[in-house]
Structure formats: structure tokens, C-alpha cells
């Protein structure tokens, strides 16, 4: 089961331009328009799985490689956009310094 809610998600994911790789510990999904160089971007990757939430009746869930619940797995396009802003490419407030 987690395999194919991941599986779906990393196409879906890939189709919005980022990198994905399904790997033994998860969903690793890179976005190569963030910059590596400055503290005040986004993070530029994150490996997600997909368990079990308890506190939802055990019902599947996406999580971030933090262990932060990300969306209901059967909610891939909530997925999709909460994926999307965790690796938006961010400007600092200095103007990209």
C-alpha cells in the first residue's frame, strides 16, 4: 500500500518539476531550483514516507522526513501543494544575499 501511494505521488510530483527517486526509506524528492548556498532558503529535499497515523483512526498518511504529518495519502493533490511549499525556493529579505 505505501509503496503505490508513493509511487503516485512521486509522478505526480515529478510532472511539477522536481526530482524524485522511490528508495528503500522513502520518496526522496529534490527541488533543483533551490539554492544549496544560503541558510534562509527553503530545504531542497525531503525524503517522504507514507504510515499510519493513529490519531486518524490508523488511516495512511504522507509524512515528512521530520516526521511531520504532510496530508492523508489518499489526498495526493494536498500532498502535491504542502510538497511544493516545504521546497519552494524562498528570497531572504536582503534581497537574495
Avoid at 508513493?6 to 527517486?21: F, K, N, P, S
Amino acid at each position: 500500500m505505501a509503496y503505490t501511494h508513493l509511487a503516485a505521488l512521486g509522478a505526480r510530483l515529478g510532472a511539477r518539476g522536481l526530482e524524485v527517486e522511490l528508495t528503500v526509506r522513502g520518496l526522496r524528492v529534490i527541488n533543483p531550483q533551490v539554492p544549496e548556498c544560503c541558510p534562509r532558503t527553503a530545504l531542497a529535499e525531503d525524503t517522504i514516507t507514507c504510515r499510519r497515523r493513529p490519531d486518524d483512526h490508523g488511516m495512511p498518511w504522507f509524512w515528512t522526513v521530520r516526521g511531520e504529518p504532510i496530508a492523508p495519502a489518499d489526498r495526493g493533490g494536498d500532498a502535491v501543494v504542502a510538497t511544493l511549499g516545504n521546497l519552494a525556493h524562498r528570497h531572504s529579505p536582503e534581497g537574495g544575499r
